[in-house]
């Protein structure tokens, strides 16, 4: 009893795992990651908080206490939690159509969205839900994060140009662009571009430089992420030197000093009830993002995270986020990836960011006073489109035509009508492809290979064919939508084989047989029955095998259930088996046709 709490304990808080080695060594490590973060951090998090629609300083209060909660309750040793690029954008979606950007009301609702995120996260960890994010498929997340990254390109332009130009979509956006043109401030646009070309080339071109120039790679790297720290404070000199913000270049202005305040945000029951929708697709699109970040990052290091505490850990972010004055968090890619390779130990990299991030609110805010939002926009700009990946299109398209038509939906959605939508339709059109796919399952007649105890398709191999036995393959999970295929399929090919006499149903890719398919069983057999023809069943696996002991299928339908198909054969024709074994082949067993592609049977072993 006293080893097991201390166990359950470090399964609930990872951090005392590895707190308990902790030493100086790890903490040094820590810290030079942390310093490299959050000079990365403070940029983006203003970036991100005016992407969000938010006051610029929200995001750096977003980057304090959720990063510590995730230090205490995360599983990933390098995952960097706080503002994300695409949850920002999901925010202005959502909250731009209720209420006024940078209004009391816009940022009480911000904080009730993470509030309500924050719960929908741990109610999914208790309910051990991290399935879910598997819903969301690759082609989906790939094509709503491209088309993201597009939709808060052409939102930032106006802070480039310097001008009002709003939209929910892309057409929107475009069209009220193309308007505003004539407006478009000078020393904005001679500063947006300048941000643009500068933080471009710091992160293609600098590094390179660097090590020309005899620096080491720690230390090109560290500078390459200074950049816009480096952007941002030029920024500030130039528009206090010149005086720019007369010229109407828009500058972040006053900005609070000081910790914000720790108090739950106003609770609206009908306005929660409103952002409850939301807050389930920023949940998801939050988890999916950091796991799948954070899985790839511990595979490098041989290390693993669990993805139910996950969610405890992004769910005690976004609640300390709510509680702090900040917005919906997550962990971000470039920042992760960054925290990797500057090597972070342990989560404590993110808490000693939170410091740094802490000691800028207590007192540096005074400097972003003449920080214009065209160097925001910049920063968005760079760091978003490498999320950008149109030629993922391409690639999906030539490899599954079903996929690239989930992904080019969703891209759509996002661009023509809204995030959410696109989502939504990215999912919706998922799954109809997926149970479209799998109601007309791979059926598949096979025959024995020459010279050896394997069966393959007929169409593709060589093989010797019983006369007397029909040898069919599933290879996909027996469930309500594919049942009705199953018992025409079955019916098609034993009219083909009009002198069989037993009808071997092989089972090895089939993983589950639900009740809808186990009454298409029973009426095959019986139709087989009818015909003189009886069913028998062959490499079922065990927990296939243990649910149909719990129905009273393998009593009345009068085969046998056989541990191989080659058994199979043995018993009900040994002759042919015989024969087959006694021949020898003439090299691989080749397809009886070149190779084409024409329809699924024939791409199949």
């Known amino acids: 009893m006293h080893t097991s709490l201390p166990r359950r304990l470090a399964r609930h808080l990872p951090c005392l795992e590895w707190a308990r080695r902790y030493d100086h060594e790890t903490a040094g490590k820590d810290g030079l990651a942390a310093l490299i973060v959050t000079l990365m951090l403070i940029p983006q998090s203003l970036a991100y908080a005016m992407l969000a629609g938010l006051p610029p300083v929200t995001g750096l209060y977003a980057s304090i206490l959720p990063l510590v909660a995730y230090t205490l309750f995360g599983t990933s040793r390098t995952l960097a939690v706080g503002p994300a690029a695409v949850l920002s954008l999901v925010t202005a979606s959502v909250l731009a159509p209720l209420f006024a950007a940078g209004s009391a009301e816009y940022n009480a609702a ?15 960890a208790a309910l051990r839900l ?6 969301l498929s690759h082609p989906v997340i790939s094509g709503f994060m491209s088309a993201s990254g597009i939709l808060i390109t052409l939102g930032q332009l106006k802070h480039i140009l310097g001008i009002e130009a709003d939209g929910e979509n892309a057409i929107e956006l475009l069209g009220a662009l193309v308007r505003s043109l ?10 947006g571009i300048g941000s643009l070309f500068f933080l471009h080339l710091a992160r293609s071109r600098l590094h390179g430089w660097l090590l020309a120039r005899g620096f080491g790679a720690k230390i090109a790297g560290t500078l390459v992420r200074t950049g816009p720290v480096v952007a941002l404070l030029a920024s500030v000199l130039l528009v206090w030197l010149f005086g720019l913000d007369a010229a ?5 202005g006053q900005t609070p000093q000081g910790l914000p305040s720790f108090a739950l945000p106003p609770l609206d029951a009908a306005l929660a009830g409103e952002l409850l929708p939301a807050a389930l697709l920023i949940s998801l699109i939050g988890f999916v993002e950091s796991v799948s970040v954070a899985q790839t990052l511990a595979a490098r290091r041989r290390q693993r995270i669990e993805p139910n505490q996950e969610l405890v850990g992004l769910g005690a972010a976004n609640l300390a986020a709510a509680l702090s004055g900040g917005f919906p968090v997550t962990g971000g890619l470039s920042r992760s990836v960054v925290n990797f390779d500057a090597g972070a130990q342990t989560p404590m990299a993110g808490a000693l960011s939170a410091v740094g991030i802490t000691v800028t609110v207590l007192f540096f805010t005074p400097l972003f006073h003449n920080l214009p ?55 919706g059109l998922s799954l109809l492809l997926f149970l479209w796919r799998t109601s007309q399952p791979h059926i598949a ?15 593709r191999f060589a093989v010797v064919e019983s006369p007397k036995v029909l040898s069919i393959r599933v290879d996909e999970s027996l469930y309500f939508p594919n049942a009705r295929y199953l018992e025409d399929r079955v019916a098609e090919l034993v009219s083909q ?18 009740a809808s398919a186990l009454e298409s069983l029973e009426e095959i057999g019986a139709h087989l029955h009818a015909a003189g023809i009886q069913l028998h069943l ?38 042919t088996t015989r024969r087959a074994l006694g021949m020898h082949r003439r090299g691989p067993a080749a397809p009886l046709r070149p190779t084409r592609k024409k329809n699924d049977s024939e791409k199949r072993p």
């Not at 911000?110 to 999914?124: E, N, Y």
């Not at 004539?182 to 500063?191: D, G, K, R, S, V």
């Not at 109407?248 to 972040?252: I, N, Q, S, T």
């Open 182 to 191: 004539p407006q478009t401030n000078l020393p904005t646009l001679a500063i």
């Open 538 to 575: 062959s490499e079922v696996k065990g927990p296939v095998m243990d649910r149909l002991r719990h129905s009273d299928f393998l009593e009345h339908f009068g085969g046998r259930v056989f541990i191989s198909q080659f058994e199979a054969l043995a018993e009900l024709d040994p002759q």
């Open 110 to 124: 911000a904080l009730l969205l993470a509030l309500l995120s924050g719960i929908v996260l741990l109610a999914m």
């Open 373 to 427: 939002h065209a160097v925001l926009a910049a920063t968005i700009i760079v760091a978003i489109l490498t999320l950008v990946d149109l030629g993922a299109l391409g690639r999906t398209w030539r490899y599954s035509r079903q996929d690239a038509a989930a992904m080019a939906a969703t891209m759509l959605g996002v661009l023509l009508i809204d995030v959410e939508a696109g989502i939504l339709i990215g999912v």
């Open 497 to 514: 084989h009009p002198r069989a006499e037993h009808l071997v149903l092989m089972c090895p890719g089939v993983n589950l047989i639900d």
């Open 445 to 459: 007649v096979v025959g024995q290979l020459p010279g050896s105890e394997h069966f393959r398709n007929v169409k």
């Open 248 to 252: 109407g270049v828009r500058v972040v």
């Open 130 to 135: 991290g399935f879910l994010a598997n819903f």
